[in-house]
Each structure stands twice: as structure tokens, then as C-alpha cells.
């Protein structure tokens, strides 16, 4: 089991930026990568950005060269670093571990972009 906690979700106006960070715990040692997927109002959840464990970083065309993926294994946290907040970028966060027995969810972070 792996358990995944967000948090530094808020309300920001546009063009600032913010940190999403998300605890990880437990089995640890099963995952091959974390991702971050977010939800906005009336819409699916999409794939906002990843790492695996080999390191490699993918993202959403709709965020690259805005948001920043990173990891702390010391902390066991991963982050994602959001500059030039836009509006379309309101949506509730998910921090996500990818392993070969199942997929493990947060609770999620809210983030809302609003002047």
C-alpha cells in the first residue's frame, strides 16, 4: 500500500506562482512513477505532469515551461512547482503512484486562479 497526502493548494490570482507538494509513505519501493493530475469543474481528469523512477519528466503541452516537477526522496516528497498561474489552471490537484499492482490517489489539493 501507498499512501499519498497533498497540500499548498489555494487561491491565487493570476500570474503568480505556487507549490504543490505530496507526502509519500508506505511501499514505496513498488512505484515506477508519481504524477500529478488535476480536475476542473465539468471536465475529466487529465495527466498534469510526471516523473518515473529512471527520472524521466513528461508534462502537458498546456503546462510546459510553466510547471515544474520535482522530487525529495530524502523527504519522500514530490513537488509541483506552478509559475504564470492562468485561470484555466483552476482544478482540484491529485498527486498519483503508478505501480505494477495498482494505482494509489490523494485526496487532492484545490487550486483556484482568480482575480
Known amino acids: 500500500q501507498v499512501q499519498l497526502v497533498e497540500s499548498g493548494g489555494g487561491l491565487v490570482q493570476p500570474g503568480v506562482s505556487l507549490r504543490l507538494a505530496c507526502a509519500v509513505s508506505?511501499?514505496?519501493?513498488?512505484?515506477?512513477?508519481m504524477n500529478w493530475y488535476r480536475q476542473a469543474p465539468g471536465k475529466e481528469r487529465e495527466f498534469v505532469a510526471g516523473i518515473t523512477s529512471g527520472g524521466y519528466i513528461n508534462y502537458v503541452e498546456s503546462v510546459k515551461g510553466r510547471f515544474t516537477i520535482s522530487e525529495d526522496n530524502d523527504k519522500k516528497t514530490v513537488y509541483l512547482q506552478m509559475y504564470s498561474l492562468k485561470p484555466e489552471d483552476t482544478a482540484v490537484y491529485y498527486c498519483?503512484?503508478?505501480?505494477?499492482?495498482?494505482?494509489?490517489w490523494g485526496r487532492g489539493t484545490q487550486v483556484t486562479v482568480s482575480s
Open positions: 508506505g511501499n514505496i519501493f513498488s512505484i515506477n512513477a
Open positions: 498519483n503512484a503508478d505501480s505494477p499492482f495498482a494505482m494509489y
